[in-house]
């Protein structure tokens, strides 16, 4: 049976999976709504695109239940990859052949009519911005050709569901924002977007709601601003010392502010009011090589979470 538009695209409880005695997801729950943007945000090996290849039917649970579409994977794996779109978190083209060739026999995988087939083929290069590379071959594309490439195949067979794994890792920031504006279009046509990443800003972008994962487990789950909200204060005060690093600074600043954290390169002190607790590091007679007063961010939400940082 299908989903009914009120009920949940995808719901998971316990959802478990394990490689031998490693756990990759430790028993997580969650609800992603037909037309939401959802994201799993954390670092390599948090567990994120281990749930990401549940919810696509390529890797069986090991415990819990997941349903997908309304369907249970464990029965209904074909239906369910039928009717969903994967970006892998690696380019899998025929670098051989034609940017056009890709989409029309990567189409013909779900018996689509031919005729069907290319004239989505040639929306999809339109709407990807790659009309004009159509007859080129795929090899010496750029990497963003080649991840709008992989986007567009994707949405050949017009899924539901599409499910990207880390969609933007290795572009450059350009070729960043241009992915981001054909998944942001994607969203208001109403597809259902399931994000894998270790961007913080490329979560705030793009999802509606994110699970922020460690070590196979969530350990917090809402909003971007939501978190933010509840788990940072407004700014954040950057600061760097350099080799002349006064003892215990750490100690110094007790009571100034709400939270400090010490990172090998710099000293985050967690405020309300930026230049105010930086005019008060000042009056303390703490000498810096360099200050930065910025918003807090989901780094900051995962830091405060898991003692480390995305990129750990």
């Known amino acids: 049976m299908n989903a009914r538009h009120d009920e949940p695209l995808v719901s998971a409880r316990g959802l478990t999976k394990h490689f031998g005695s490693a756990v990759a997801v430790d028993g997580v729950d969650f609800e992603i709504a037909r037309g939401e943007a959802y994201g799993f945000l954390g670092p390599n090996g948090a567990g994120k695109t281990s749930t990401m290849r549940m919810i696509a039917c390529m890797s069986p649970l090991s415990g819990g239940s997941l349903s997908v579409l309304g369907l249970d994977p464990a029965s209904h794996g074909p239906e369910i990859r039928s009717r969903i779109g994967l970006v892998p978190q690696e380019d899998t083209l025929d670098l051989e052949l034609t940017v056009l060739d890709?989409?029309?026999?990567?189409?013909?995988?779900?018996?689509?009519?031919r005729k069907v087939i290319r004239e989505r083929a040639e929306k999809l290069l339109e709407f990807t911005q790659l009309t004009d590379r159509a007859r080129d071959k795929v090899e010496p594309l750029s990497g963003g050709m080649k991840r709008r490439l992989t986007i567009a195949r994707s949405l050949v067979s017009d899924p539901e569901l599409l499910i990207l794994d880390e969609p933007t890792t290795g572009l450059d920031p350009q070729a960043r924002h241009l992915v981001w504006d054909r998944l942001y279009r994607l969203k208001q046509q109403g597809v259902t977007l399931i994000v894998t990443t270790h961007?913080?800003?490329?979560?705030?972008?793009?999802?509606?709601?994110?699970?922020?994962?460690?070590?196979?487990?969530?350990?917090?789950?809402?909003?971007?601003?939501?978190?933010?909200?509840?788990?940072?204060?407004?700014?954040?005060?950057?600061?760097?010392?350099?080799?002349?690093?006064?003892?215990?600074?750490?100690?110094?600043?007790?009571?100034?502010?709400?939270?400090?954290?010490?990172?090998?390169?710099?000293?985050?002190?967690?405020?309300?009011?930026?230049?105010?607790?930086?005019?008060?590091?000042?009056?303390?007679?703490?000498?810096?090589?360099?200050?930065?007063?910025?918003?807090?961010?989901?780094?900051?939400v995962f830091l405060h979470l898991t003692g480390r940082t995305l990129v750990d």
């Open 102 to 113: 890709n989409l029309l026999i990567y189409g013909r995988y779900f018996d689509l009519p």
């Open 199 to 300: 961007y913080m800003d490329e979560a705030e972008q793009l999802c509606d709601r994110l699970a922020v994962m460690d070590r196979g487990r969530f350990a917090a789950e809402g909003s971007p601003r939501d978190l933010i909200s509840r788990y940072a204060t407004r700014e954040v005060l950057e600061l760097r010392f350099g080799d002349d690093e006064p003892a215990d600074v750490v100690g110094q600043l007790d009571g100034l502010v709400e939270r400090t954290e010490a990172l090998p390169d710099r000293l985050l002190l967690y405020t309300d009011d930026g230049d105010e607790t930086l005019a008060q590091v000042h009056r303390l007679g703490m000498a810096h090589e360099s200050a930065l007063v910025r918003r807090s961010t989901l780094e900051d």
